[in-house]
Every structure is written in C-alpha cells, then in structure tokens.
C-alpha cells in the first residue's frame, strides 16, 4: 500500500453571506475531490488538543498523530528544521515574522506577502544592526523568519501576528509566563521596537510603498521552543518505510523532516494562490512510485482566508481540485499497487474572522477497493455523516494507515 495526503491548509471556513450563506467548500465547483468522497469514506477531525491555540503547526503534529504537549517545542523551532537550521543546545528558537504597523496597529501579518528577495535584504541588514554572536536573524521565505537567542528562556507569552488583525501592537508584545524569563521577553521588546526605527524609512519600504504595497515596518517574533525531539513515522508504522513531504512553507517541510520525511523542493511553489499547482503534483506522483508515504500541503486557501477574501478562498479550491487531486487521483487510480488518498484541512481559517479557529475539520479517504459510505460530497455538512465519525488525535493516521471495513 502507498499513501498520499492532500491537505488544503485551512480551506475550511464557515458559512459566508455573499456566498449564500454557503463556506468556500460548499459554494465552489470540486468534482474531483467531489468524486473521491463520494467513493471513499469521510469524517470530520479535531485537530487542535484542549489548551492549545490553533495553529498549523498544533494541528498537523495532531493529524499526524503526534501527542502534542510531550512532542511541541514552538513554530520556530519546526521551521528550522525545514530550513535545515542546526540548533544548538540552550539556544531558543522563534519564528520571525515581516509585518506591518501603521497607526500602533498590526495591519498585515506578511507585509504585504514581501518577495523572498526583498525580505532577505531586510533580514540582513537587521542582522547587521541588532544581531550579536548570541542573536541571529535568519532569512527564510516571504515573511517568515527566525530568530535564535542563545540563552533565550522560552516561558513567554507571544501570540501570532495572523491571530490579531488591526490589534494595536502594544497590547500583544512578548511577555513572561515566569519570572525568570523576563529578561528575555524585555529583550525581545527591545528588537521590536528598534526594528520598527530602523525599518521606517529602508529603500525596500520607500520603493513598496511607492509601487503601492504594504511596508515591512516591524519584526514579531512568537512562538518560542528548543530542539524537538520526536519519533518519526517510519518508527511508528511499519507500512512506512519512507516518505517525502512536499510544501512551500518552512514550517511544514520542518515538520515533515522531524517526522522523518524527505523534503521536495518544488520549483514555483509560493505558498500562495499563485503556487506551482502542476508542478506539485508531478512531484507527488514521482515520490509516491518510489516512496511509501507522501505528504502534500497546498498553502493558498489558508492565506486566502487570512486575507478575509472569500472569492480567492473559492478559486483557491478549484485549482485543488482541478489541477491537484484530479491529476493525482486519475494517475493513481490506474496503478498495480493500492494506493491509499486523503484529503483534508489543517484547521478552519474563516474569511470573516482572518484567522484559525479550532473547530473540527472534515476528511475524507479513498483506498483502492474500499466500500464507500453514503456521503456524496465533500464539505464541513456532509462530512459530518460520513462513516467514521468524529475523530481526534492520532484516530485519523491510524485508520489511514491500518485501515478497516
């Protein structure tokens, strides 16, 4: 058996007004991933364990089966990983958003999705400015940064810019969740603040907002942790004897290395609605001939969801459907080997809100030769009478990987 995992990062939503009261799901034309749940057998999941935030990074160690409080040592670290960043003993590790400020308020969680290129210039130069032997700013893709402090104590109270649109800044700064580690939430301040000087007035800020776009007026750092350790899959399932996991976000390739997958670099994928859709799923197809496992994240539909823009969310999910699982699905269907399929979000990203939510999310799953249930299509109603019911924690990987009748 060969397994394959779609994930539409936060294609889940809830009902939209000029949608017809309907979620991007239910209002957009998907025949294929239609068919497949209609001939495979579907659920819903929750992905988000209690007392946790809803983040990508919470909600995929879950669907993977992960026990997230024994294995999550924040986003930074995980992205990291997929930077293929060593990170060394007693050295705290945080992802380091672009953003923009205006008006004391957080505007935009990318900066305006800043090109690599323009981000790398700015990461950079605050390395130049604020990075010491025991600081380190580290260039990743588009917004998404890290920054390593030597000594950092992670017992810090930080949120996620994309979780607090038009919030003024000043109210969700780092701060210490102990006392001990004071020092490091005030260090932390101290680089936002002296990022938002020095960024003010940057050639790639005066020439973005000439051309119109969104400045990269600040740093945020959140989400801290030390060096993860985890088992990977091929030492938790025996059908998987290897893998490979194919995305265009750091934090996801991190996660699927620490899970003991091989990263694919796809040329053109963005993490956005303009990502290479054919290229990704050529590159799945391949993997898949001489692998076990392959795990494909599409990005678009949750940046989508964050922008607040629901007619992208939608054209979101007809490239997923008509240029992703149509050409993985018609191809693995004809092979010799039984091929297992799931399709699935991480978590909602409601257009109305900009942000995730932790509410379950629907799966489905097609295998060669499985009886299917009675669901016809796929959605957050419909899901909700598939056959396997309500799930949560490592419920779904096991049944994808064991499977039953």
């Known amino acids: 058996m060969k397994y394959i995992i779609v994930l539409g990062d936060g294609m889940a939503d809830e009902p939209i007004e000029a949608l017809e009261n309907k979620t991007p799901l239910q209002a957009v034309s998907k025949p294929a991933i239609d068919w497949v749940a209609a001939h495979g057998r579907s659920g819903m999941l929750a ?15 879950s669907l993977l089966g992960y026990d997230v409080p024994s294995v999550f040592e924040g986003r930074g670290s995980l992205e990291a990983a997929g930077m293929g960043v060593e990170i060394g003993r007693g050295e705290m590790v945080m992802r380091c958003n672009l953003i923009t400020v205006e008006q004391e308020r957080i505007r935009n969680h990318s900066a ?27 260039t990743g893709v588009s917004y998404r940064h890290l920054l390593t402090i030597r000594g950092g104590d992670k017992r810090l109270h930080t949120v996620g810019p994309h979780d607090v649109p038009d919030r003024p800044f000043a109210e969700v700064l780092p701060s210490a969740a102990d006392a001990a580690a004071e020092p490091t939430a005030r260090q ?135 240029r992703v699982v149509r050409p993985i699905f018609e191809a693995v269907s004809a092979w010799e080997c039984p091929v297992s399929l799931a399709i699935l979000p991480d978590h909602p ?28 299509a796929y959605d957050e109603q419909s899901a909700r009478r598939g056959r396997y019911g309500h799930l949560r924690g490592d419920a779904f990987i096991d049944l994808f990987i064991h499977g039953t009748e």
């Open 47 to 61: 992905t988000v364990p209690a007392g946790f935030a809803p983040g990508s990074e919470i909600a995929h160690l």
């Open 112 to 138: 305006g999705h800043i090109s690599t290129a323009e981000a790398a210039e700015l990461i950079d130069f605050l390395q130049r400015r604020l990075g010491s032997d025991d600081v380190r700013f580290r």
């Open 188 to 322: 932390l301040r101290e680089l936002i603040f002296r990022s938002q000087e020095l960024l003010a007035d940057h050639p790639v800020n005066r020439a973005r907002r000439a051309a119109g776009k969104q400045p990269a007026t600040s740093i945020w750092p959140w989400s801290p942790g030390y060096r993860p350790r985890m088992q990977t899959l091929q030492e938790r399932y025996a059908p998987i004897r290897n893998g490979s996991v194919i995305s265009a976000v750091d934090l996801i390739r991190g996660i699927g290395v620490c899970a003991g997958l091989t990263p694919v670099e796809v040329e053109g994928a963005t993490g956005l609605y303009d990502t290479n859709y054919e290229g990704k799923a050529e590159a799945a197809l391949r993997a898949l001939r001489d692998e076990d496992f392959v795990f494909l994240h599409i990005e678009a539909s949750d940046e989508a969801g964050h922008e607040g823009d629901a007619e992208l969310k939608v054209r979101t999910i007809e490239a997923l459907d008509a």
């Open 349 to 376: 990203t409601p257009c109305l809100l900009r942000t995730h939510t932790a509410a379950p999310v629907p799966f489905t799953i097609w295998r060669s030769g499985c009886h299917p249930d009675m669901v016809g």
